[in-house]
């Protein structure tokens, strides 16, 4: 193995081999215990460097968000999600499993330009093409329908369903057991998976129309890889025809929204478990 010369001086420079976001949510956090606001018991950061160690490029937390969304969280909001809801456990299961561990955040912007983070809203931050991927292998756009174009424009979920603050625990990619199988099965399936991995299959949900959005633009921001590039996760989460809405095959010409009747079954469908 080759020797990490640089290794030597961590213990000396920590803050030298640190990005400029993992400064400003140290900052910011202890800002805010100087203020009071966070308590002095815990070690700044701690459990976000054991969660980086546990999953690598499978965290996704500030630096991610800021990547891709451009969003900088207040002291407030670094207080309400320092301490991630999972043992580290819990946390090591997952990555063994093929989970990420994903931070969301409900609105975009700051202050008094602060908008609700719906699928219309991420939709229009990148209605100007893909400005996340590799510069060799980007997308010809980021979703294959244009504001305008989409069946689902005036649809609720699209329009006002937002990802709620905190940690999330998410498969990658969608059960193959799950496919060729209707929404029903598919629920037997979760409460399979979560008994063969001793999960409570009351904490093992379906992921959200928005929700899918955000992690797969997330995770494509910070890694420059595709989740979901020819399947589609199926959400709990209907149109207003009645519909289960469904989002995926995000392939070069864009994530698609799509729905369908919770009798439909095809190989391409399936659900990823969410906790």
Not at 22 to 37: F, H, I, R, S, Y
Not at 114 to 137: H, N, V, W, Y
Request: a negative charge; one cysteine or more.
């Amino acid at each position: 193995m080759p020797f990490e010369a640089y290794k030597i001086y961590e213990e000396y420079e920590p803050d030298k081999f640190k990005n400029s976001t993992q400064k400003k949510v140290e900052q910011a956090l202890d800002t805010a215990k100087k203020e009071g606001l966070v308590p002095e018991a815990k070690e700044v950061n701690i459990e976000f460097d054991e969660a980086r160690e546990i999953f690598g490029k499978d965290f996704l937390g500030p630096e991610a968000i800021k990547t891709t969304y451009g969003v900088e969280l207040t002291p407030d909001e670094l207080q309400e999600i320092e301490n991630i809801p999972f043992t580290r456990e819990e946390l090591e299961q997952a990555k063994q499993l093929g989970m990420m561990l994903v931070l969301r955040v409900p609105s975009i912007g700051e202050g008094k330009e602060a908008k609700p983070l719906t699928i219309d809203q991420i939709r229009e931050k990148f209605s100007g093409g893909d400005t996340l991927g590799d510069p060799k292998e980007k997308k010809k756009k980021m979703f294959y329908r244009s504001k305008g174009d989409g069946w689902f424009d005036k649809e609720k979920f699209a329009l006002e369903g937002t990802p709620k603050l905190g940690w999330g625990l998410v498969m990658k990619s969608v059960l193959p057991d799950s496919l060729s199988k209707n929404w029903d099965q598919q629920e037997e399936v979760l409460k399979n998976w979560a008994k063969q991995n001793n999960i409570d299959p009351a904490l093992v949900k379906r992921r959200t129309p928005v929700e899918i959005v955000y992690d797969t633009f997330l995770y494509y921001g910070e890694n420059k890889e595709t989740l979901l590039e020819d399947k589609w996760d199926w959400s709990g989460v209907r149109s207003s025809g009645g519909y289960f809405v469904n989002v995926g095959r995000f392939d070069s010409d864009g994530l698609r929204v799509g729905h369908a009747s919770r009798d439909d079954a095809t190989s391409h469908l399936g659900v990823c478990p969410s906790r």
